[in-house]
Nanobody
Framework: QVQLQESGPGLVKPSQTLSLTCAVS??????????WSWIRQPPGKGLEWMGA???????YYSPSLKSRTSISRDTSKNQFTLQLSSVTPEDTAVYYC?????????????WGQGTQVTVSS
């Protein structure tokens, strides 16, 4: 059973960089054809895909967030990290990490429980 666990600060000040880590157990992040994704849900809104890092290490980003987003991984720790720069209150959301079997919509098979991040001074 694959398990994902997000961690990071719950409060970030405007203009700072948000950094979250997703620790994965029960499966390797280098296993073929899996995409390790970050998704967020602002209050009162739907899910928004932010980006992913593939089993190969290739990265993919939402065009609307690409200029501010970086996803990396540490294969020795079996975890991957999201960095979102220049945050504003509009980046307040529940942030989820998830495993996907492709880059299309709704191809997720495992999710973390999510972590609330609030951007406020």
């Amino acid at each position: 059973q694959v398990q994902l666990q997000e961690s990071g600060p719950g409060l970030v000040k405007p203009s700072q960089t948000l950094s979250l880590t997703c620790a994965v157990s029960g499966g390797s992040i280098t296993t073929n054809y899996h995409y390790w994704s970050w998704i967020r849900q602002p209050p009162g809104k739907g899910l928004e895909w932010m980006g992913a890092i593939a089993y190969s290490g290739s990265t993919y980003y939402s065009p609307s967030l690409k200029s501010r987003t970086s996803i990396s991984r540490d294969t020795s720790k079996n975890q991957f990290t999201l960095q979102l720069s220049s945050v504003t209150p509009e980046d307040t959301a529940v942030y989820y990490c998830a495993r996907a079997i492709g880059l299309g919509p709704d191809e997720y098979d495992y999710w973390g429980q999510g972590t609330q991040v609030t951007v406020s001074s």
